[in-house]
C-alpha cells in the first residue's frame, strides 16, 4: 500500500512540476515562432488542468497563428479544425468566431465557383471540410449543388434526344430550362441544332411543330400570329410561344412530350 501511494504522489508530482514548466516553455515556442511545439505544449497543458493550473494567453495565441498559416497553406480541414477548438476554448474571441465564419464562406464561394466551373467533383471536395458535401437529411450543399448538376444533366440529355427526333420545340423548351453556366455551354451545339431545325420549318409543318399536338383551345392562326410578331421582335422560340400563348389568355400545358395552348 506504501508503495502503491509513493508511486502515486510521485506521478503527481510529476505531473505538477511539468504543468509549471510548460507555460514557460509554450510562451518560449511561440516567441520564437515554433508553433508545431506551442501547439503541442498547448495540448498538454490543457490535458493537465485538472491540476488547477491556468490557461496562459500564448495558447490561444500559437492556434490562432497555426490556424492562419494552415489556411495559407490551402490545408482546409486542418485550419478549420484548429479554428474551431479555438473558438470553443477560454483563449477564443469574436474575433475568432468571425474568422471561422469568414473562412467557411470563402469555402462555399470557392465551392460554387467551382461548380459553376464545371467541376462538381472540385466542389464537393471543398465542401467536405465543413461537412457540406453530404448529409443525410440532403440539406447540406453538396446535395442542393448535385441535384441542380443532375438536373441539368438530364435535361440536356432530353434536348438531344428530341432534336435527333427533330422534335425542335420541345427540345428547344428543354434547353432552355438548363440554369446551370456549364451545361449551358455544353448545349450550345444543341441548340444550334435545334434553331437551324425550327427555321427550317413552313407553314403548316411549322405550325404543328411549334404549337405540339395537343388540342389547342386558343386560335391557331391567331397563335401563330402572335408567336410570328414576338420573333420578329428577336424574342426566342420557347418564350415568343409562351408569351403568344398568355396574351390570348391561355397558358402552357404539358402532356408527357407534347406542349399545347389552353384556356
Known amino acids: 500500500m506504501g508503495i502503491t501511494l509513493g508511486l502515486v504522489a510521485t506521478a503527481v508530482g510529476v505531473a505538477y512540476w511539468w504543468e509549471q514548466q510548460l507555460p514557460k516553455r509554450l510562451e518560449a515556442s511561440s516567441a520564437r515562432g515554433d508553433l508545431d511545439a506551442c501547439l503541442r505544449y498547448s495540448e498538454q497543458l490543457q490535458a493537465l488542468r485538472w491540476l488547477g493550473g491556468g490557461a496562459p494567453g500564448e495558447q490561444g495565441q500559437c492556434r490562432r497563428r497555426k490556424a492562419g498559416q494552415l489556411w495559407d497553406q490551402e490545408k482546409w480541414g486542418e485550419a478549420l479544425r484548429l479554428q474551431l477548438q479555438l473558438v470553443n476554448s477560454e483563449a477564443g474571441t469574436t474575433e475568432d468566431r468571425q474568422q471561422l465564419d469568414a473562412w467557411q464562406q470563402d469555402l462555399k464561394n470557392r465551392a460554387l465557383a467551382r461548380f459553376n466551373a464545371g467541376d462538381l467533383e472540385g466542389s464537393l471536395a471543398l465542401l467536405e471540410p465543413m461537412g457540406e458535401h453530404r448529409r443525410p437529411d440532403r440539406r447540406a450543399l453538396g446535395n442542393r449543388l448535385q441535384e441542380i448538376w443532375t438536373r441539368n444533366q438530364q435535361l440536356l440529355d432530353r434536348a438531344q434526344r428530341l432534336s435527333a427526333e427533330k422534335r425542335w420545340w420541345e427540345a428547344l423548351e428543354a434547353l432552355n430550362r438548363i440554369d446551370h453556366p456549364w451545361w449551358k455551354q455544353q448545349g450550345e451545339g ?35 400570329q402572335e408567336v410570328q410578331r414576338r420573333l420578329a421582335s428577336g424574342m426566342d422560340e420557347w418564350a415568343a410561344f409562351q408569351g403568344a400563348c398568355a396574351a390570348l389568355g391561355g397558358k402552357v400545358v404539358e402532356a408527357g412530350p407534347e406542349t399545347g395552348c389552353q384556356r
Not at 201 to 219: A, F, I, K, Y
Open 190 to 224: 444543341v441548340k444550334a441544332e435545334v434553331q437551324a431545325g425550327i427555321s427550317s420549318l413552313r407553314g403548316q409543318e411549322r405550325e404543328r411543330d411549334g404549337h405540339g399536338s395537343l388540342p389547342h383551345t386558343v386560335p391557331v392562326d391567331q397563335l401563330d
